[in-house]
């Protein structure tokens, strides 16, 4: 592998990580908003694919 082809590899890899923090950060948003709408841990777990863990840490943060 030539050093363009190593380049273009890490911008590709670098740019498909920004993309999964930006979904993360996207569902996490989205879930906090539901919760304080009211709806239950499981609705928004299952509503944005988090798992009910990460939901139940996302609302201990709301407080």
Do not use: K
């Not at 879930?31 to 841990?41: D, E, Q």
């Amino acid at each position: 592998m030539g050093l363009a082809e190593g380049l273009e590899q890490g911008l590709e890899q670098g740019l498909e990580q920004g993309r999964r923090v930006g979904e993360s950060e996207a569902a996490r948003r989205i879930a906090g908003n539901l919760l304080a709408a009211g709806l239950t841990i499981e609705q928004v777990a299952s509503a944005v694919g988090l798992s009910i863990g990460e939901v139940r840490g996302i609302a201990q943060d709301l407080g």
